[in-house]
């Protein structure tokens, strides 16, 4: 099956900074990779994805990108603001799967 | 629109009750799941409903756990003979599932179980 790693599992940054959390797969035929936040008390929330026939995507502040050959994909955050400051999952759909890996999650703090 | 809803939202029960949490996804959404979340850990898969489709429940840790899915809507998760290691949030979401593409999953808020 399918093995996702993810790295830092805390990240301390101050405002206006740029945070990456980075996540490797195992599985070469995955083709799906989510990104979700976390805040206290609530369910995960998708920021943003993308799809294995792309290498990047972008939305104003976040941006993740993915490395096929490499098997890693990452998650940017730039100018980052205290409201940034949570849980953040990544996941990863293997090709034909509906179930996702889930890596264990990135506390990041942003200090004002 | 209205998302996932949970309920309880917090459940303390003794070791050795049987409990029983509740999932009302988005009208419409043929998928369904359900997940586990210990503390500080990732998101653990339970069960996957996909519209009249038997159940893949090969995420279930053991035959205490259960759970069903009512009119391809409402879903309960049921937890016999509960142990301490049970203590977790269970987290249900889901999504549309088009038939080549993976989808958006949407979370509910989760139900806390702490079992003493």
């Known amino acids: 099956g399918e093995n996702v790693e993810q790295h830092p599992s805390t990240l301390s940054v101050q405002e206006g900074d740029s945070a990456v959390i980075k996540c490797t797969y195992s599985d070469s035929a995955s083709n799906y990779f989510p990104w979700y936040k976390q805040e206290l008390g609530k369910g995960p929330q998708l920021i943003i994805d993308i799809r294995s026939n792309v290498g990047e995507k972008k939305d104003q502040r976040i941006a993740v990108t993915l490395n096929k050959t490499a098997k890693h994909f990452s998650l940017h955050i730039t100018e980052t603001q205290p409201e940034d400051s949570a849980v953040y999952f990544c996941a990863a759909f293997q090709g034909g799967s509906y179930i996702p890996t889930f890596g264990r999650g990135t506390s990041l703090i942003v200090h004002p | 629109g209205a998302g996932v809803s949970q309920s309880p939202s917090n459940k303390v029960t003794e070791k050795g009750k049987d409990v029983e949490l509740r999932c009302d996804p988005i009208?419409?959404?043929?998928?369904l799941y359900w997940y586990r979340q210990s503390l500080g850990q990732g998101l653990e898969f339970l069960i996957y409903?996909?519209?009249?489709?038997?159940?893949?429940k090969s995420g279930l840790p053991s035959d205490r756990f259960s759970a069903e899915r009512t009119g391809g809507s409402v879903s309960t998760l049921t937890i016999q003979r509960t142990q301490q290691e049970d203590s977790a949030v269970y987290l249900c979401?889901?999504?549309?599932?088009?038939?080549?593409?993976?989808?958006?999953?949407?979370f509910g808020p989760g139900t806390r179980l702490t079992v003493l």
């Open positions: 979401a889901s999504s549309i599932t088009r038939i080549y593409s993976t989808d958006t999953q949407y």
């Open positions: 409903f996909q519209g009249n489709s038997a159940p893949d």
């Open positions: 009208s419409g959404h043929t998928a």
